[in-house]
């Protein structure tokens, strides 16, 4: 038994019962914490055992992984309603027939899938089930057969699955039991939801409605992935913070609505003929072409109608005095007034509405109070630029918090330690890279100096400035001489890019021109440009008479490509690049982040799709659920709805398309808001406002402002993050520098060096990190290669300046006399930021090489899993599991500690110093007449010796 964390994330550090067990004729590896779950079963309880084996295998978690997202989308192929008209006992199934002879009264709602307008089969008896025209009811009645199949598959499937994770750690009694950890929680509570409606017994209305709930099943994907639930974990930290900034949010929106009521209460209301949709008096009109015209006024010229006029009103229409479905009249509906205000959601018709009022039992009039304007634009200003920014940078802060935290820094630290692990996170993502071979020929030398020459970079860069030039000279109404000319600019640029990477290819080879992603996308870029002249070509764009004609779909989709070309400018400024890495290393990230909004949004789209799925856009009047013969914005369908929840995201009109299920528009009547109001769908997926306002509320402050702000959180962090590197004691030019002078004296990006080369990386490096000096002017790198230009440099050194230096190095050896690239690095930062030791050795870590992780994870797969041997290797194999000696990586001096870089440049020092002395000494003595005495044509050691 040790301290260990369970790979499975159920258990985090704590005290664990490890072993293995045979199963099947293999070998499994268990964990189990170390309790009696149940106060029976003990670690040593071979059905816990077994439990633990089955539940937390990665083949069994693959398993479960690939079954939830298959009942997830079963949920998507079944509609809301389905229950309803599968219910109905009057469409029975093949080869039974839907007989609506009964059902001959127009409009009548006995009879579900029976029509209730004058048709073909309107009160006839339909085809069979399975032969042509049968009716829709039963198709929908085979699909939940099978659905209801499948779901009562899956749901026992996730409960063996549940038994088992109990039976192995206990349910909840113990400090580590199943329900102790909140995604296991989630779990048990979605497993029972499905029992429930799998085997459940009640009506349609109930079955539907525990259905519902089902929504939630794939929530459980985010356990079993590591991605997702590091992004939820970052969310749920964040809501303590939310919840501070949400009080003051809602103070102000308390406050200023009790001043709202005392300024509007009774005002917006207006005569509304529902026969005609025709509003008296009103200053604002959807209807009309000009969103603020005033309607004619009911009585006289100048005159607007009271509420007693409105009554009243002859004329064919059927007026009624109406409310807004936005106002003031009591606390609440204020409430969500200014909380539509603050995100800018037709805001302009709620200021006009204010500007309009009049009294309590009067119509609006255009424009009676101006002044009034300004309660609207205080709310502008202090709740949408100043509260939603204050609910903005508290999510960021939190996400930015919440990353540090995860960096090993923590708000105990110092400035110096905070600084430190900021400084090693930057230096992790600084990996040398392999450098371009050595010309073997005369050509291929002169071709890499002509490609790295700056004239050649300047010819690049306009050579791709005038392709997107004229790119951008093409035009609908072109002649055929102006479109020849371009074809043959084109051709000419098409020409230039295949000289550009021709000339690279000669200079650095193929296979090291082509390992680059950069140099990949300008191959591909000119393939393009290739391609898309020889289809131009083909076409007769090169003629003046044949040119300008409509191009097929093949050559517009190429010449739109090639605007590709506009990137390739992207590597020539250190400010763009800048923000390119910053997007490059938000990709993991952003990916987890963005499959999390996904989810999230496919869960809430089938609620919506289930609350809303039966509201009558026939009354939809302006048309703010798409209208009814084109519902493209309602929750009529699955992808309708997740269309409407992305939509909301972006703050498009969500208070409209909020006012309309909840039927606080002109449709305020159940039966008319209601599509289907047969029994069974009368009340079901209606809306209502108890029901619309908290959902379309709570989806707007969450999605819209807590995760999309995830987003800018994510860039942001990253952003100063790589920002850090140029104010920090190691400026990011500094680091830089490091690595590409360790990859002059490691070509092959080894990310090891001999220890002898110590001396010439510190030399070519400046300051803080090393000790670079400045060579004469006339000193060209290009005369004699880098690699000469560094060690030329070495002479020009002070070496007692670099033995100091290296003194104050901890860097130790590693076979070969070798020195690694990340204890290197680690050692000259740490010598300037003066850290521990200890902070160090953590630190280290980070620039462990990916092969190593590689292995290392390979290995631990082989012995989750393994076939046992066959007993003619059993001998062997003892054999080779004796214990031996592990090799050690760093050379270990005479007393046992590891050697380092110091060590050696010191025995290195005064081994130099005493050869220096040996020859001052025998120099001396042939200046003393006794040269001729010495035997010069003797060994070494009798010369000494003598």
Known sequence: RRREEDPDGVMTSTLLARGEMRLFGYKANYFLADHNAFFVLGPSNPFRRLAAVVARHPVVDGLMLGLILASSLTLLLEAPDDIIVSSDSNCPPAPGFLDCTGAATLGQADMVNCPREDGPFFGKAFPPCGSHGAPACCGIKSKMAVLSVLDVVFTLIFFVEMSLKVLADGLILHPKAYLRDAWNGLDFLVVIISMMSAFGTGSAKDLKALRTLRALRPLRVIKRNPGLRVAVNSLLNSFPAMANVSLVVLFWLALYSLLGVQFFKGSFFRCYDYSSQFVYGSSIFPLSNNMFAPTPPLSGPDAVPSIVECVAAKGGGSAAWTNRPFGFDNFFRAMLTLFEILTTSGWMEMIHSMVDTTYPGLSPFVNRSPFLALYGVVQIIVGNWVLV??????????????????????????????????????????????????????????????????????GVRTVIVGSVAVQMMRTHDQSGAFSAGLFWANTVIAGLFTCEVALKVAAYGPAYYLSSGMNRFDVFVTALSLARTALDAASG????????????????????????????????????????????????????????????????????????????????????????????????????????????????????????????????????????????????????????????????????????????????????????????????????????????????????????????????????????????????????????????????????????????????????????????????????MMVSSKTVEEDLGLFQCADDEAEAAAAAAAQIFSRPPSVASVASMRRKSRPQAAPQPFVIDWKGRPYTAADEYAARSVQEAYREYREIRLQVRKGVNMTFEIPLDCEIADIIAY
């Open 389 to 458: 920014n204050l609910v903005v940078g508290t999510v960021l802060t939190t996400y930015i918090e919440q990353k540090r935290q995860s960096d090993g820094i923590n708000q105990h630290m110092t400035e110096e330690d905070k600084e430190w692990r900021e400084l090693v996170a930057l230096m992790s993502k600084l990996r040398p890279a392999p450098r371009p071979p050595d010309g073997v020929s005369r050509l291929s030398r002169l071709a890499r100096q002509l490609a790295e020459s700056h004239s050649f970079d300047v």
């Open 541 to 832: 764009e090169y003629d003046p008479v044949l040119a300008g004609g409509r191009a097929s779909l093949p050559v517009r989709l190429l010449r739109a490509t090639c605007v590709l070309r506009a990137f390739r400018l992207l590597r020539f400024t250190e400010g763009v690049q800048r923000m390119v890495r910053t997007i490059w290393v938000s990709v993991g990230a952003l990916a987890n982040l963005g499959a999390l909004v996904l989810l999230i949004a496919i869960i809430v789209a089938l609620l919506g799709w289930n609350l809303f799925f039966n509201v009558n856009l026939a009354q939809d009047a302006y048309q703010r659920m798409g209208g009814y013969n084109m519902p493209y914005a309602s929750y009529t369908s699955f992808d309708t709805s997740l269309w409407l929840i992305f939509r909301m995201c972006t703050g498009d009109f969500w208070n409209g398309l909020m006012y309309y299920p909840a039927g606080m528009l002109e449709v305020d009547d159940l039966y008319e808001r209601c599509a289907f109001t047969h029994p069974d769908y009368l009340g079901e997926g209606c809306g209502g406002p108890a029901v619309s306002i908290p959902f379309h509320v709570l989806w707007m402050v969450f999605g819209q402002y807590t995760l999309m702000q995830l987003f800018s959180a994510v860039i942001l962090e990253n952003f100063a993050e790589l920002s850090r590197g140029d104010r920090s004691n190691v400026p990011l030019r500094v680091m830089n520098e490091f690595v590409s002078v360790w990859e002059s004296l490691d070509p092959k990006a080894t990310g090891k060096i001999h220890v002898a080369d110590l001396a010439l990386l510190l030399i070519n490096v400046s300051t803080p990190l090393g000790v670079k000096t400045r060579m004469a002017p006339t000193v060209c790198v290009t005369a004699f290669g880098e690699l000469e230009h560094l060690r030329r440099r070495r002479q020009a050194a002070s070496i007692s300046s670099v033995l100091k230096v290296i003194r104050d190095l901890d860097i130790r050896i590693r076979r070969g006399n070798m020195i690694s690239y990340g204890d290197t690095f680690i050692a000259c930062a740490k010598r300037v």
